[in-house]
C-alpha cells in the first residue's frame, strides 16, 4: 500500500504536469524587460482598471535577463517551470525547484538571482488587491488575499512540490493558463480568469492558514500599505535626492516614531537601508548598460563620494563597481 507521502507527491506531480501541458506550444518571451522601465528604473505593468490581471511568461537565463531590483503595488505569484530559480526579496534569498509556487513580498525590493547554469521559463501572475477585495466585496473575501499579507519575517510563502495542496494549486494554474491565452475560444475570459485565480488563492490560503489574522488586522496591514505608497514612487523618481525621515513620514502621513516601525515592517529594511537598495541596484544597471564613467554613475545615483559608493557597491555585489562592469561570468545580480 502507497503511504500517504507516496500518494501526495504523485498527486503534486499531476497538477505540475497539467501546468506543463498548458503551457506547452506558448511562447516565452526573454526577460528584457529594460525598454519597459522608467527613467529611474521602476518596472510596471499597466492594468486595466476594470481587469486589473496579467500572466506573463518569461524565459531566464543566466546573464540574459534584465537586472535590477524592483517593487510594485500588484501582487505576485512566481513558478519556474524547468529548473531552479533563486529570488531575494529584501534582505532574503528563497530557492525555488521546478513547479513551485512563490508569493512575492511585492513592496519589498526584489529581483530574481543570476547563477551559473541559470535557465528555465517561469509564469508571473500579476494583479492588483481589489482584484480580488477592496470595499463593497464580501467580508469573507479578504481571507483570498492571506497569502499575500501575513507572511512571517524569513519564512516566505511557497507552494512546495511536496505539499498536497500544490497538486491542486497546479491544476488551477494549468487552468487559468489555458483560459487566459485562449482567448479565441473563450467567450467568458474575465470572469474565467478570476474564477480560476480565486481557486489557487484559495488553496494557497489553506496552506498557510497557519498565518490566518482577523480581518480588522489584514484592513490594518492593508491601509499600511497604501499609506506608503506614495513614499515609494518617490523614492523610486526621487532616489539619488537627500530624504530625511522627518520627511519620508510627511510623505507616508504619519509620525517619524510611527513611520518607522511601519516602514520596517512592510519593506523589511530601514529607510536608509532601502535608499542604499534602490541607489546601489540603479547604479548596477547603469553600469551594465552605459558607458558613463564610475564617478559619473556614484553622483548620479546619490552618492557624493565615490571612495563611500565603492565600498557600498562591493558590500552588496561582492565586487567593486569596475570588476561588475567588466565580469563576463555569471555571478550575483
Known amino acids: 500500500m502507497k503511504s ?3 500518494i501526495g507527491a ?3 506531480g499531476a497538477g505540475f504536469a497539467a501546468l506543463l501541458e498548458a503551457c506547452a506550444g506558448l511562447t516565452f518571451e526573454p526577460h528584457d524587460i529594460a525598454e519597459q522601465l522608467d527613467e529611474k528604473g521602476h518596472y510596471e505593468i499597466a492594468l486595466d482598471r476594470e481587469f486589473p490581471f496579467s500572466i506573463k511568461l518569461f524565459r531566464f537565463s543566466s546573464q540574459h535577463h534584465t537586472r535590477g531590483q524592483t517593487w510594485h503595488e500588484r501582487l505576485e505569484l512566481f513558478t519556474p517551470l524547468d529548473g531552479p530559480a533563486r529570488f531575494r526579496m529584501g534582505n532574503q534569498e528563497v530557492q525555488l525547484a521546478r513547479g513551485e509556487v512563490l508569493v512575492v ?8 538571482v543570476d547563477f551559473p547554469g541559470f535557465d ?3 509564469v508571473v501572475i500579476s494583479f492588483l488587491p481589489e482584484f480580488v477585495y477592496s470595499l463593497g466585496s464580501p467580508s469573507f473575501d479578504y481571507a483570498f488575499l492571506l497569502p499575500f499579507y501575513t507572511k512571517l519575517e524569513k519564512q516566505p ?5 511536496a505539499e498536497p495542496a500544490a497538486a491542486r494549486v497546479g491544476l488551477a494554474m494549468a487552468g487559468l493558463v489555458r483560459c487566459y491565452f485562449q482567448r479565441e475560444d473563450q467567450p467568458f475570459l474575465q470572469i474565467g480568469c478570476k474564477a480560476c485565480l480565486l ?14 489574522l482577523l480581518k480588522w488586522e489584514f484592513v490594518r496591514q492593508q491601509q499600511r500599505t497604501l499609506q506608503l505608497k506614495k513614499l515609494f514612487d518617490h523614492i523610486s523618481r526621487h532616489y539619488a535626492a537627500k530624504l530625511s525621515v522627518g520627511e519620508a513620514a510627511r510623505l507616508a502621513g504619519m509620525s517619524p516614531p510611527q513611520f518607522m516601525k511601519n516602514f520596517k515592517k512592510v519593506s523589511g529594511m530601514t529607510l536608509v537601508a532601502y535608499l542604499n537598495h534602490v541607489r546601489l541596484t540603479n547604479a548596477a544597471r547603469l553600469l551594465k548598460e552605459t558607458n558613463q564613467s564610475i564617478a559619473e554613475i556614484a553622483f548620479q545615483v546619490g552618492f557624493a563620494d ?3 559608493f565603492d565600498k557600498r557597491f562591493k558590500r552588496s555585489f561582492g565586487m567593486v563597481p569596475k570588476e561588475f562592469r567588466f565580469r ?3 555571478g550575483l545580480e
Open 4 to 6: 500517504q507521502s507516496t
Open 10 to 12: 504523485e498527486a503534486s
Open 105 to 112: 513580498d511585492n513592496l519589498k525590493l526584489h529581483h530574481v
Open 120 to 122: 528555465t521559463r517561469v
Open 157 to 161: 510563502h511557497i507552494a512546495r512540490l
Open 199 to 212: 481557486e489557487i488563492l484559495y488553496h494557497m490560503a489553506c496552506l498557510f492558514k497557519g498565518s490566518e
Open 306 to 308: 565615490q571612495s563611500h
Open 328 to 330: 563576463k561570468t555569471p
